[in-house]
């Protein structure tokens, strides 16, 4: 028998107001399972800031600063220094944001953060879009999706520029540790988070998290579908240890992309040159990441 090993401990509680299906409350639990009580979270705004609850209900049970959409990094790092100051060396400090408030509007004080290489968790909680605000395109929204601001009946009917490379400014930009992790592999997502908190200086960690409104998909299948998006290496799992690419997740044979794309609404328009292009740049990023594997394990 495998051994069981999610912590049974939970830090978040029931009555959080994120719609049904969502990745976000999962993603919030297992991070918070691999990293306990003394763990202190910031939040922009967006998704990840307002589900805990509405007044006067809360349904984290560790502390949560919220701060202006740009900021993220740097208030997680302020409080880092707090601590540093006052002796609390035994708390760890998560900056939190959206895939819009990282790469486009909280992008300047992460990079400054880096160079500073805060003791740091910075989660990314990646959902392809401006969620909160009703699914506006963000730089981590795909090729091919609809969103509200890439209507389908616009110039070329859906978003046409690629998903910012985040990790590939991360590497170069110092990051000691990062890793992509995603709410459909739980026991991987436990096991990165771990090891991101015994590890000095400032670690990024990648999260997938379905968002289903936004995705335009049924709450039940949101955990399928995230798999999916790792079962064709649109979203392959691995890690970054001081300039170290691995696998974290190897993947025997990619699903093609067809199987992730027909079952998400925001997809739904794309003809069928459009998900050949978008299999050929899957393709290729692919095996991108694979030669960074073999060239930095050299
Ligand atoms: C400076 C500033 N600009 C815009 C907003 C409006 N706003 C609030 S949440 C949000 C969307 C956040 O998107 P993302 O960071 O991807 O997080 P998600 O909601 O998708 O989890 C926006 C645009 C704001 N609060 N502050
Ligand atoms: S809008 Fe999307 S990200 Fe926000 S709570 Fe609902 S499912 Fe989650
Ligand atoms: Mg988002």
């Known amino acids: 028998m495998p051994k069981f090993t999610i912590p049974t401990e939970e830090y978040m509680r029931k009555g959080h107001s994120a719609c049904p299906g969502c990745g976000t409350p999962l993603a919030l639990r297992y991070a918070l399972k691999a990293l306990g009580p003394r763990t202190i979270l910031n939040f922009p705004a967006g998704c990840g800031g307002v589900i805990q609850g509405v007044w006067p209900f809360f349904a984290l049970k560790v502390p949560v600063v919220d701060n202006a959409f740009e900021c993220t990094a740097a208030v997680a790092n302020g409080i880092r220094a707090g601590f540093d100051v006052t002796g609390m060396k035994d708390a760890y400090v998560v900056g939190w944001s959206g895939d819009g408030g990282t790469v486009?509007?909280?992008?300047?004080?992460?990079?400054?953060?880096?160079?500073?290489?805060?003791?740091?968790?910075?989660?990314?909680?990646?959902?392809?879009?401006?969620?909160?605000?009703?699914?506006?395109?963000?730089?981590?929204?795909?090729?091919?999706?609809?969103?509200?601001?890439?209507?389908?009946?616009?110039?070329?009917?859906?978003?046409?520029?690629?998903?910012?490379?985040?990790?590939?400014?991360?590497?170069?930009?110092?990051?000691?540790?990062?890793?992509?992790?995603?709410?459909?592999?739980?026991?991987?997502?436990?096991?990165?988070?771990?090891?991101?908190?015994?590890?000095?200086?400032?670690?990024?960690?990648?999260?997938?998290?379905?968002?289903?409104p936004g995705w335009r998909i049924d709450p039940k299948q949101s955990i399928e579908i995230a798999r999916l998006a790792t079962q064709t290496g649109t979203f392959p799992l691995y890690k970054v240890e001081r300039g170290k690419y691995s696998l974290t997740k190897e993947i025997k044979k990619r699903k093609p992309m067809e199987e992730y794309l027909k079952l998400q609404g925001r997809f739904r328009h794309l003809p069928m040159e459009a998900l050949q292009e978008i299999q050929e740049q899957v393709d290729a990023e692919y095996a991108m990441l694979l030669k960074k594997v073999k060239d930095t394990n050299e």
């Open 104 to 212: 486009d509007i909280g992008i300047q004080a992460l990079s400054a953060t880096v160079d500073r290489n805060a003791d740091i968790i910075y989660v990314m909680l990646d959902n392809e879009a401006y969620m909160n605000t009703g699914i506006q395109r963000s730089g981590c929204t795909p090729i091919g999706a609809w969103t509200t601001t890439t209507p389908v009946a616009g110039d070329k009917g859906w978003n046409t520029t690629p998903k910012k490379r985040i990790m590939d400014m991360m590497v170069p930009n110092g990051i000691v540790y990062g890793a992509t992790v995603n709410v459909a592999y739980p026991e991987d997502f436990i096991a990165r988070f771990r090891e991101a908190k015994d590890i000095k200086g400032t670690k990024f960690m990648h999260v997938l998290a379905p968002c289903t």
